[in-house]
């Protein structure tokens, strides 16, 4: 493995990604940074921020918000000293969370589970894919997440990860049940968004939306 201090000297702060003990992990794409603006670093494929929105939206829709707090957009979750890492989805325990609601720090409660899609990170010093997605589960597993699910959307792939029970990758046609209560399926949600599989827009203002507001208004 090449030198990890050798390689991104030159690379700007404002470029990192993720820190591991100390060690940085860099946003992809960072070796044409002369060329690009930060927003060109850190942009995602049509699809991913779609399936994203997806999800959120799935989660806002099923899930007590009561109960749970959802977050998306790169969640900065601290889970030991000189170590961050970056969250798409994240979904915590209102009542363990609740002294963070406000806080304009990364969060160190661990969410209950997270939900990521795809790889933002540069992975030339850090080993291979496998690797990385292995080593941010370990991660975020022995830090007190009790599952984390990853979408790869050019395999077409997820795997699912959780404590104490083996890891399974499946197809995008495998149920995904972040809780008992909830199961989504990538390839209906993929579907959707292709237009193969009708979506009624009705279905959203009728459902997630208003009980989005009315939960919001409500805690104002």
């Not at 008992?180 to 579907?191: G, R």
Request: net charge neutral; proline share 4%; hydrophobic share 40%.
């Amino acid at each position: 493995m090449r030198n990890v201090a050798k390689i991104t000297e030159n690379i700007p702060e404002l470029f990192i990604y993720e820190m591991v003990q100390g060690t940085p992990v860099y946003y992809k794409n960072n070796e044409t940074i002369s060329d690009n603006s930060f927003g060109d670093i850190m942009g995602s494929s049509f699809l991913q921020p779609r399936l994203v929105a997806m999800i959120v939206g799935i989660l806002f829709g099923k899930l007590d918000l009561n109960k749970y707090v959802i977050t998306t957009n790169e969640t900065g979750f601290r889970y030991a000293e000189n170590s961050f890492r970056a969250l798409d989805i994240a979904v915590f325990e209102r009542e363990k969370v609740k002294e963070e609601l406000l806080s304009e720090e990364y969060v160190k409660t661990a969410p209950e589970f997270v939900i990521e899609s795809d790889i933002k990170a540069d992975l030339n010093p850090h080993g291979d894919m496998m690797y990385y997605m292995n080593k941010k589960t370990e991660d975020l597993l022995n830090a007190g997440v009790k599952k984390l699910i990853w979408i790869m959307t050019r395999s077409r792939k997820v795997m699912i990860a959780e404590q104490e029970t083996p890891w399974i990758i499946a197809a995008w046609d495998y149920d995904i049940a972040p809780t008992d209560k909830l199961s989504i399926n990538m390839k209906h949600i993929a579907d959707r968004i292709s237009g193969s599989q009708h979506l009624n827009p009705r279905h959203y203002f009728r459902t997630f939306l208003p009980r989005f507001l009315r939960f919001h208004v409500r805690h104002e």
